[in-house]
């Protein structure tokens, strides 16, 4: 059974920085390409980041967020972060992470806000 499991969200200020993981079990981690999608009140889920399922594989940053966060991962520890810095207020959403393959973490709430 594939579970991800999403921490690290909270309340920041804006300009403010924040780390959220996902700790992935019961799959194979390294095979799969991770993202992190992100789903504001009101608003249709969205691409985050992404990051490929090799070493040689470069990030993918939606415009939104290009230059203000960066995506990785530990193979080891089985684990996807989204660093989060300069946080906008338009950035305050549910964040998610997920293999690609149907499974989803069950999100973080991420509030930007002085």
């Known amino acids: 059974q594939v579970q991800l499991v999403v921490s690290g969200g909270g309340l920041v200020q804006p300009g403010g920085s924040l780390r959220i993981s996902c700790p992935a079990s019961?799959?194979?981690?390294?095979?799969?390409?991770m993202s992190w999608y992100r789903q504001a009140p009101g608003k249709e889920r969205e691409l985050v980041a992404r990051?490929?399922?090799?070493?040689?594989?470069?990030?993918d940053y939606s415009a939104a967020v290009k230059g203000r966060f960066t995506i990785s991962r530990d193979n080891v520890k089985n684990t996807v972060y989204l660093q989060m810095t300069s946080l906008k207020p338009e950035d305050t959403a549910v964040y998610y992470c997920?293999?690609?393959?149907?499974?989803w973490g069950q999100g973080t709430q991420v509030t930007v806000s002085s």
């Open positions: 997920t293999n690609g393959a149907g499974d």
């Open positions: 019961g799959l194979s981690f390294s095979w799969f390409a």
């Open positions: 990051i490929g399922n090799t070493r040689s594989s470069r990030p």
